[in-house]
């Protein structure tokens, strides 16, 4: 029995267009959860269901069996043995790419942690957080000095209600 590697890597390929699309539209979906601070805010099952857990292996399983059904057709396989040895070389292949670029987006993330804790990062984050609390700062006085005209403007507007 041979092995067609051309419709294999063909598979493969569309194993991975389907596992990336999948993924991406569970981000779409599932981005509403998202705090301010651009990271889940809540892992309880309020925010985390099972709904995402069974889309997830749906997409999963949909990405393998596309990957295995082109292999089989690019391959031109009639038979249902010879099919099925593509598409579990396809998985095969196809896990060791996702578990890379998975690693990849790990390393990202943590390249990114490092830059956050360089000095230069640390100036401009603390020259704006500065910023930020100097402006608070002016608000809560600006609250202040119009406080006695707003408790004089509710208690003139009582008094001018309750005289009828």
């Not at 805010?41 to 069996?65: M, N, P, Q, R």
């Not at 890379?100 to 640390?122: K, M, N, T, Y």
């Not at 608070?136 to 005289?163: H, K, Y």
């Amino acid at each position: 029995m041979a092995v067609y590697w051309s419709a294999v890597w063909v598979g493969t390929l569309a194993a991975l267009a389907v596992a990336l699309i999948t993924g991406l539209v569970g981000i779409a979906v599932g981005a509403h959860l998202v705090g301010p601070g651009h990271q889940l805010e809540d892992w309880t099952s309020k925010h985390f269901s099972i709904g995402a857990l069974v889309f997830s292996v749906l997409g999963a399983f949909l990405a393998f069996a596309a990957g295995g059904w082109v292999a089989g057709k690019t391959a031109g396989i009639k038979l249902s043995e010879p099919a099925i040895l593509h598409g579990a070389i396809v998985w095969a292949l196809a896990v060791p790419f996702l578990v890379a670029f998975a690693g990849l987006g790990a390393g990202q993330r943590g390249l990114e942690r490092q830059i956050e804790g360089s000095p230069v990062h640390d100036r401009e984050h603390a020259r704006h957080a500065d910023a930020d609390r100097a402006r608070g700062r002016v608000r809560r006085q600006a609250e202040f000095r119009a406080a006695p005209a707003n408790s004089l403007v509710r208690v003139s507007s009582w008094t001018c209600t309750s005289r009828r």
